[in-house]
Each structure stands twice: as C-alpha cells, then as structure tokens.
C-alpha cells in the first residue's frame, strides 16, 4: 500500500512540476497577450525545457522515485517522454517563423542573435540525442561512446536551452522569475554530477571482488563475488545491479545484470553472465580477486512485490538469470508454493542451469517444463516456442490465481503476453523483465 | 502491467502538455490574463487626447514587453538597437509613422541581423504610452510637449497590410 501511495505521490509532484512553468508564467508582470499560435509555441518551448530537466531526474537511479514503478519502466518512460519534449521543442522555433516570416533570419547560425543562437545549439543537441539513441546500431555507435556523447548533449542542450530562455524571455522578466529557472538548470546539471561523481565516489568504500568464475552450458558464466570490508548488499530476488569491472568507480563503462543467487546470501552474489558483447566477453576472461563495483540493487520484477499463492516463471535464454534469484530465494526460504517453470532454450545443449534446476527441484514444489526450439527426434518433451497451445497443455489448473513472471528476449516476451492474455490471464498477473536499460 | 502504465502515461503526459501549452495560447491572446488596473482602463476606457495619462503605463509597458531586449535603460545590446538615438528623431511626421509601424508590422532590415517582431497585440493606449516613455526619457522630447503619441495616432495606422520590409523601405533617411 505505501508503494501504490509513493507511486500516486510521484506522479501528482510530476503533474505539478511538468506544467508549473505555465503558470509561472502567468505571474505578473507578464508582457502583453501576443497571438495565439505564438503564446502557443512560447508554451511548447517551455513546456519542452521543463521536461528535459525531469530527464535529469529520471536517469539520477533515485531508489525512493524508481522504486514504486521500477527503474525498467522509469527508463523506458525515459525514452519515450523525452521525444515528447524533443518534438515540443521542435515546434516551438517553425511556429515561429510561419507565423512571422522575416524570424527565418533567426534559423541562420552566423545571423540571428545570441539567443536564437543558443535556440540553435540546444535544438542541434536535442536532434543529435534523438538521431544516436534510435540509430546507435546502425550508426555503429559503442555503447559506451555513445553514453558520453548522451550525457555531454544533454547537458549541452539543458544549458544551451536556459541561455537561450534567459537572453530571450520576456516570461523571464522579473529577478527571481530568471532565478527559478536558472536554479532548476543547475539543480539538473547538479544530478549528472551526483550520478556520476559523488555517488561512485560513495562506492568506492562498497568494493567487492570476484570470489569465482564458472563456466556454464551455453556460453554462460556465473560470476560469483564477495563484498570486501562491508556486509554486502541486501536485494529482492530478481532486482539488478549496474557491475563496473574497472580499478575506479568513475568510468561510465557499467552494464546491469539480474542477481542470479538468493536474496538471503548478502554476502556472496551471483550474477548469470552470457557471452554476447564486449563487456561480457571482458567478464569471461577475469580473474578471481579482481575489483567490481556494484550499483544496485534496482528494478521491480521480483516475487516479493506481488503476494501470489503460487507461481508460473517462464524463461528464455539468459532471461532465466532472475528466475534463479527466485528460485534459490525461495528454497533458502522454504516456501512451500508451488512452482511451474517454463524453460525455453535454443537446443538442450544450452540449457544453462539444468543441472541446478534439478537440484533445486528436490528443496522445492517445483515442476520444470524444458522447451528446446530445436531437439534431436527421440526426445520426448515440448519442443518450439511457448505459445497458447503449449500453455494450455502445461498450465496447472489454479492458473488464474498464480503470479506469471516472464523473462527473456524481447520477441518471446511478447508472443508469451499475448499467449497468457489468450489464456485468461488478466494483465495485472503477468510481469515481464523487459531488460532494455540502455 | 507495469510497462502498459508507462506507455498509457506517455500519452497522457503529452496530451496534458500539449492541451496546456494551447490552454495558456488561447488564455494570452484573448488576454484574458488581467495584470493591472492601467492596463484595464487602457482597454475599456479609452481617454481622450488632453488626459491621456501615459506616464505609469509607459513604464510599465516598456518594462514588460520592451526592456528584456532593449534592456532597461534602452541602451540596447547584441542585435537590439540602442533606443536613445532613435528617440531624438522623432518629431518629424515620417519618423512618428515609421515608429508606429515598425511596432505594429515588425522590421526587417540589413542594418540588423535579427528582425524586430510585431507588436501589434499591444494595445492602442499602452503602444502610444511606450512609444512617449522611449521619446521622453530615453530621447529627451518634451514630456508636456503636443507632438506626444496618442492612442488614436495608433489606431490610425492599423490595417496597411504591409510587411517588416516594408515598412523598411519606409524609413526615413536619418
């Protein structure tokens, strides 16, 4: 319940400060009533800026605002609303020059004057921002370049934007109308610095080192670690943590993995790590005792937040890291729930974690399905994908009490939502890891 | 279910800023935003030529929809011209009209790289009572003199249909 009053408390504090520039606007003195499609564009320029600053916090990792949402669904938000404010943005300076034509004198960066000039740069920077993060792949952008380049636009486009609403403002008429919003860019510009110097700076004395690395079925590693000088770290089954493997906090090379141990170890964690990128490929070669630097834990899909008297968990591939977390948990716990697990792997030679599955079957109500897409003739069980069909045969028949929680890649998410809606499911049973946190 | 919110949030936010930026649009161009009592009686109750007041709302006119650019004392900076010297050339017929309307149809000119824009939502009463606050206390004209602007100097010169190159080409030489 505190959750869903947190959850309420964001959003309306949002409301309030996503159109508080409208009606601060409209404090005297305000200059006098202009045309509507002017007044109107002035609206979306601001409204824009006002939006851009909620970025800053969005991406600041704030546990107390994610936590009611998780910071999966903040971030994809993040995505979304923020080529809202770029397009309101956008709007703002062609409403401005249909409207009054001789403003095109504006759009030339060599004329115009220092306003339109910083107008420029902060549109050059916004449109940037939205061409490397739709296109980053086809750009052939790194993940880490392209994070540098995001951060310094966005801070580059916050400024810019504010010169430009402080040399052009006739809203911004009076001193402490200028102070409001020069503090709010501050304040904003402040958040990357806390993001990304005073909170790596407070991990520094959370250090943990890698206890183990092994090898898997499936191109896959379990890196064990050990917190070092501290009591670890407490987490819910199936939250992540952003992993530095770096001698420094300060790099802005971090990737998120799901915990794959049990949340009742604090002291020695678990992360299931597939070769796939650079970074994971990095992790396959380290060596026991080498430094980690944790930022977590953070994300909402665990089995603690939603209360169930049973469980369906379906993974895929490496999404079945938390499914671990959850499993391990609940044995720890001995949580006499039952459990059906839908395991959906490439071939049955990949099947990651088998072998524990097993184990675990004997400490826990647990059924496992395995679901190979391919596998040789004479093996007896389910085969393909998970779809309605497979779910039909497979589901118990408390099915529509049980809490789903599904994991893995994107487009096996979906066929997996729809095929759980067609069963009957309602929408509010069903939890997916979308891990997209770039 | 937590990622339907999201998206559902998405489109209420950006209807919500949306429908708020044309919300205060419609609010300002209707004017429906009361700031003062000058202001009010400068719209409701047109004075006649020998009581027009323009001393407060000059000021106050100029402060709020001028000084931002021309800056306070009208001293001017980057692309926005001084105004002092601009003020001394006023009594002569050209010059009044060309300054009612480059306010009223905006300028553009090679002189500047940045257009003036319009001003023509100002009111009749408060364009009369800037334009004599910039003639008098930046330019030095006489404050009781009987070449000072009034509103009706104003009205006369709405409705050419002209252009900010225009009104240009209409300038007077200096």
């Known amino acids: 319940m505190t959750r869903t009053i947190s959850g309420v408390f964001w959003i309306a504090l949002y409301l309030v400060v996503v159109l508080a520039p409208v009606g601060l606007m409209l404090v005297p003195p305000v200059p006098s009533g202009r045309g509507f499609w002017i007044e109107f564009s002035v609206a979306l320029g601001f409204v824009g800026l006002t939006q851009l600053a909620v970025q800053f916090v969005l991406i600041a990792r704030f546990k107390r605002v994610t936590a009611p949402y998780g910071i999966d669904v903040i971030l994809q938000y993040h995505r979304s609303i923020a080529m809202v404010a770029i397009a309101a943005i956008l709007a703002h300076p062609l409403i401005l020059v249909v409207d009054y034509p001789a403003r095109l004198e504006l759009l030339n960066p060599f004329g115009g004057n220092w306003a339109s000039r910083a107008g420029l740069l902060s549109v050059a920077a916004l449109l940037a921002i939205a061409v490397t993060s739709l296109y980053r792949e086809r750009l052939r952008l790194g993940y880490e370049r392209w994070r540098m380049w995001h951060l310094v636009l966005g801070v580059t486009a916050i400024v810019a934007a504010q010169v430009h609403v402080s040399l052009a403002g006739l809203y911004t008429n009076t001193f402490w109308k200028h102070a409001v919003w020069i503090g709010t860019a501050v304040l904003m510009v402040g958040l990357i610095v806390y993001l990304r110097v005073l909170k790596p700076a407070r991990q520094q004395a959370y250090r943990w080192q890698v206890a183990e690395l092994r090898a898997l079925p499936g191109d896959t590693h379990t890196l064990v670690l050990e917190p070092v000088n501290h009591a670890g770290i407490r987490f819910a089954p199936g939250q992540f943590a952003w992993l530095k493997l770096a001698r420094s906090p300060f790099t802005l090379d971090e990737h998120p993995f799901s915990f794959a141990s049990s949340a009742e170890r604090r002291d020695r964690i678990e992360f299931g790590i597939k070769e796939a990128g650079d970074f994971s490929r990095r992790i396959a070669a380290v060596q026991p005792g080498a430094r980690v630097f944790l930022d977590g834990p953070h994300g909402a899909f665990s089995i603690d937040r939603y209360p169930a008297v049973g469980f369906v968990f379906i993974g895929g591939g490496i999404g079945m890291t938390p499914m671990m977390s959850f499993l391990h948990t609940m044995a720890d716990r001995n949580d006499p729930r039952p459990v059906l697990l839908l395991y959906a792997e490439k071939s049955l030679d990949a099947v990651t974690y088998g072998e524990v599955v097993r184990d675990l079957e004997g400490r826990l109500a647990l059924e496992t399905v395995l679901v190979p897409e391919e596998a040789p003739e004479d093996w007896d069980g389910e085969r393909g994908f998970i779809d309605a069909a497979l779910l039909d045969r497979r589901l118990p028949d408390d099915r529509a009490r049980r809490s789903y929680f599904v994991c893995g890649p994107p487009a096996m998410m979906d066929a997996v939502h729809d095929a759980l809606l067609e069963q009957g499911i309602a929408e509010s049973q069903v939890q997916l890891e979308r891990f997209n946190l770039a | ?174």
């Not at chain 2, 001394?88 to 149809?105: G, K, N, Q």
């Open chain 2, 1 to 174: 279910m937590r990622h339907v919110i999201a998206h559902t949030a998405v489109y209420v936010i950006a209807t919500l800023l949306v429908g708020g930026a044309a919300a205060f649009g419609t609010v300002r161009s209707r004017q429906l935003v009361i700031v003062d009592e000058a202001m009010l009686l400068s719209r409701h109750e047109p004075a006649t030529a020998h009581e027009f007041e323009w001393g407060d709302l000059g000021a106050y006119g100029y402060a709020r929809n001028c000084a931002n650019c021309h800056s306070p004392d009208g001293t001017g900076w980057d692309q926005y011209p001084p105004l002092r010297p601009i003020a001394v050339t006023f009594p002569a017929e050209a010059a009044r009209a060309y300054l009612i309307d480059l306010h009223l149809y905006g300028l553009s000119s090679a002189r500047w790289r940045a257009p003036m824009p319009r001003m023509h939502h100002v009111t009749d009463a408060e364009l009369a009572a800037i334009l004599n606050h910039v003639v008098v206390r930046f330019g030095g004209a006489d404050a009781a003199g009987d070449r000072l602007f009034q509103p009706a100097d104003i009205a006369a010169r709405r409705g050419q249909g002209i252009g900010p190159r225009d009104v240009d080409r209409r300038r007077p030489a200096p």
